[in-house]
């Protein structure tokens, strides 16, 4: 679409295109925090980062690439998951860092408007769907890490592990609408954890069977 | 804010109020699942569900009372958890239950829509809120009558549980933006399952103290 042809991810060698990316995408994460995805506007983006408001059409096409490119750089951040030395630590510290996250207020507002977003954009969708993708993908170091110490059972589903420990905190905070709190992190984790153990994450039994026939 | 004072759900007893409410909900689901919240407008719903459109201003209010209606009217139904005689085959059936009502797009629009709602407007969130909380008050008899059986240990957190099997196909649907599926709904069942047996969703530790020490 753009007169170059090249994609907002392809202009990333550092200096002065990346110090522009890294400006736009806090535009945009300020201006989603403060009005939300539906109250975004290129001419807010434009004002908060110093872009010219012709440069951001021509490089990210509009809201929709701005808030795609946000994501892909958060995505390209040097986050790593805990490593505690044991499966419950590290999935303890998981959930109280996903929880943390959303208890804090000014920290909250941005992922909350992605993610309300994705409701109303398909682009915005794909790019969280993306960012999701990646991070959950280096959490599932954590259990095997755990395999290899012979905490959790050869064959364990990391995938479902590390997504299982932060369901129920994103399911009440976006979906039932209740509150959350640490030790509601806690048991998500313990709960996880126990089921790990147990063997109900492990691939052959994912598929239906019961963990333990007593 | 009604020149009678009195709030939708007041207006209750059968006959033709009560088919006057059901058109109205029926129209607000469909335009829901047809245009999504910021697409419905009363002019919508009043041409679909025959009611003129002041009455539906002067007895909802509006969109927001719209849906907020229809989420209380939702919420009377005689909908009553499954009863297959284990926990292991009612967690089963209630993850299975939740993962095909979204798997069916014509069945998933109109939740999805006021889901999508619930991130624009207090008064949807809050209306969500209280369906959802009224709901799984009613599946946590699969856990008292488990505990009965001497199934789950006494003090099992029973709203805890019932949102741990549906919280991983939410947070997938709506937050990962990833597919589900029935051997997916199966997982969260086995998983929660082995956790309940385990006794992490037992009251005293699910205060965050470890469920084995071993």
Do not use: N
């Amino acid at each position: 679409m753009t007169e170059s042809g090249s994609a907002p991810g392809t202009l990333r060698p550092g200096g002065r295109t990346a110090r522009t990316r890294a400006a736009v995408r806090d535009a945009v994460l300020t201006g989603l925090g403060e009005h939300g995805y539906p109250g975004l506007t290129v001419e807010y983006v434009a004002e908060h980062s110093g872009v010219h408001k012709t440069t951001l059409y021509r490089r990210w096409g509009g809201i929709e690439g701005l808030l795609a490119d946000t994501l892909d750089l958060a995505g390209e951040d040097d986050w790593s998951p805990p490593d505690t030395g044991s499966l419950e630590g590290d999935l303890r510290a998981l959930a109280r860092e996903a929880a943390d996250s959303f208890t804090d207020p000014g920290q909250a507002a941005a992922p909350t408007a992605i993610i309300a977003a994705a409701f109303q954009s398909r682009r915005a969708a794909d790019a969280l769907h993306a960012f999701y993708a990646e991070r959950f993908s280096r959490c599932e170091r954590v259990v095997h890490r755990a395999v290899e110490r012979g905490e959790a059972p050869a064959g364990t589903d990391a995938g479902a592990v590390v997504r299982a420990v932060s369901a129920p905190l994103y399911f009440r905070l976006f979906i039932t609408r209740e509150p959350i709190d640490p030790a509601l992190a806690d048991q998500s984790a313990t709960a996880v954890l126990a089921a790990v153990r147990a063997g109900a994450f492990a691939s052959a039994r994912a598929a239906g069977r019961p963990v333990m026939s007593g």
